[in-house]
């Protein structure tokens, strides 16, 4: 699911896509697949896209990646995969994604990720603490890396395995 995430977020940001939810300045830097394209086989992935994020108009960085349809078909089937509830729930998943972009600084995840997480029932207060985890992890995090400090604890865990 994270890396699904960087690598949306990557090409999103890269080719500074605009923003999905919230206002925004940023113009494409290249230009994006029309959604009323007569490919039925296209039409039928935007429709899917659509329906999983419940929107009118499909997210840009899938309307880029339409330029190659079967790169944007294997793309959606694992994005699909990877934020569909298993073990994890979806809000979960966008929480964690919420996380990811942050952490990754990408306004174009954050924006996303964060309008998905509240769409599936993520209260003020749980946003708050998602935020201040991830504040806490990144700075944690940071001030271990610049110490160059190793992790003091075993790297497996010791509880009963899942497998």
């Known amino acids: 699911m994270a890396g699904v995430t960087h690598a949306l977020n990557t090409v999103a940001d890269g080719l500074r896509l605009p923003l999905e939810f919230s206002a925004s300045s940023r113009h494409p830097l290249v230009p994006l697949s029309d959604e009323a394209a007569d490919d039925s086989d296209l039409k039928g992935l935007f429709d899917d896209i659509r329906g999983f994020y419940a929107v009118e108009q499909v997210p840009a960085v899938f309307r880029w990646m339409a330029r190659d349809r079967g790169f944007l078909q294997s793309y959606w089937e694992a994005t699909r995969a990877a934020f ?11 929480i964690l994604a919420f996380a990811a ?3 990754a600084k990408s306004d174009y995840g954050v924006d996303f990720h964060l309008r998905e997480a509240r769409r599936l029932g993520l209260s003020d207060q749980g946003l708050t603490e998602v935020v201040e985890v991830t504040q806490l992890f990144n700075t944690v995090t940071k001030i271990a890396d610049t110490l160059g400090l190793q992790p003091d604890f075993p790297a497996r865990p010791t509880g009963p395995s899942t497998a």
């Open 101 to 103: 972009s942050m952490t």
């Open 84 to 94: 569909s509830d298993r073990t994890l729930d979806r809000l979960t998943k966008e």
